[in-house]
């Protein structure tokens, strides 16, 4: 089929990932023209995003989507801490009200199947994959986007509005002129999904060691991800590194290869200075980064996302002030994003390596048992 070369639409939104694609069924069926351009020309296999909290459950399920969800992934209603062997606790989510007492884990290229199928239903032209912005000029009342794909043909797209969903390095926020400051943690990451040989079923664990944090929870299709933080002397562990730290730190021997190999990863946080700028707003990565500890990232920006769908809505359907819209959108947002940060920052030092573990143990095992467990379960699910 011959690409397009010229679009016109309400929203482009620059990026499918999770949050794009999120965005992009959200404006579709609220009746708002849009197209989704995203450079790369076929989802990836590999998942870094796999925790759906259960205020993102419920979006989804207004959405239509959520039995999708539920029927391709894992309800993880139970997290157990330790220290090295010893149980500090036992987290129970079912606490949380129901019916999503859960935190449902499923991978990213799942997560990104199931909305490009919403998408294509909803739009079968909106999502365009293989091309690669080259230019935004924004005016007063559009926004011009053009875009090259690997054939060396040019697609023009005439919008409303822009909404950069294209990551960290968003050509959308720095064309935008968007400042992105940000912090980048030392320490680094390794992580794999492995054939899971425990007996934990459903059942997710963490251990707080001395000399660093060990993460564990079950995936689809008989997997576990395993996350290790690494000593500083080894940032690129081969796999016998790996399964030796696990071992060292859990008394876990891990006997097989991951499925897609090990990917080691560094931990940063990044705040867009502003969310919006005339008619241009971003959502997800492309406005926060924050370490991925308690899954917050990807969940909100779908809240983003959400928000921002109705936003546009009522600006292109009732025709009120956008720039008072977008403006609201864009405070409420950051605020929201700034609260996620400080808790992905605290979830990350807690984690942490210590000399004298005894008071962050004592700390963690009182808010695992009653009467703070009830909040916990609320707080770590995103409710509280």
Not at 33 to 45: F, G, H, L, Y
Not at 280 to 306: E, K, R, S
């Amino acid at each position: 089929m011959k690409p397009p070369t010229d679009i016109e639409c309400e929203v482009a939104i620059a990026g499918a990932g999770p949050v794009g694609l999120f965005l992009g069924c959200r404006l579709a069926q609220t009746g708002v023209s849009c197209v989704a351009i995203e450079k790369n020309s076929r989802r990836s296999q590999h998942s870094r995003a796999v925790g759906i909290h259960p205020p993102s459950i419920e979006r989804l399920a207004a959405m239509g989507l959520a039995d999708r969800f539920l029927a391709n992934g894992t309800a993880v209603q139970i997290g157990r801490v330790f220290n090295e062997r010893t149980t500090l606790g036992t987290l129970l989510l079912t606490t949380c009200p129901l019916p999503f007492n859960f935190v449902l884990t499923i991978p990213q290229h799942e997560t990104e199947r199931i909305l490009e199928e919403c998408l294509r239903r909803l739009s079968p032209a909106a999502l365009q994959r293989g091309w690669t912005l080259g230019r935004l000029a924004s005016g007063r009342d559009r926004v011009d986007l053009t875009a090259r794909n690997n054939a060396g043909e040019v697609m023009n797209v005439r919008a409303q509005f822009v909404v950069g969903c294209d990551g960290k390095s968003s050509f959308v926020r720095e064309t935008a002129g968007i400042a992105f400051p940000g912090v980048h943690f030392p320490r680094g990451y390794a992580m794999g999904d492995f054939p899971d040989r425990t007996a934990w079923d459903a059942e997710a664990r963490i251990w707080l060691c001395r000399d660093g944090l060990v993460e564990s929870f079950p995936l689809p299709g008989q997997l576990r991800r395993w996350v290790i933080s690494l000593p500083r002397e080894l940032p690129q562990p081969q796999l016998e590194d790996f399964q030796n730290l696990l071992k060292q730190r859990t008394g876990v021997v891990l006997e097989t290869a991951p499925r897609h190999g090990l990917s080691p990863f560094t931990v940063q946080k990044h705040l867009a200075a502003q969310f919006v700028n005339g008619r241009i707003a971003l959502a997800g990565d492309a406005a926060h980064v924050m370490p991925p500890f308690g899954g917050l990232g990807m969940n909100t920006g779908w809240f983003d996302a959400w928000d921002l769908a109705d936003a546009l809505s009522r600006i292109i359907r009732h025709h009120p002030s956008p720039q008072a819209v977008l403006a609201d959108y864009g405070r409420t947002a950051r605020q929201r994003a700034q609260r996620s940060i400080r808790r992905a920052v605290l979830n990350l030092s807690i984690g942490g390596p210590v000399h004298r573990p005894t008071l962050r143990n004592g700390l963690v095992w009182t808010c695992l048992h009653l009467p703070m467990q009830k909040f916990l379960a609320r707080w770590f699910t995103m409710r509280a």
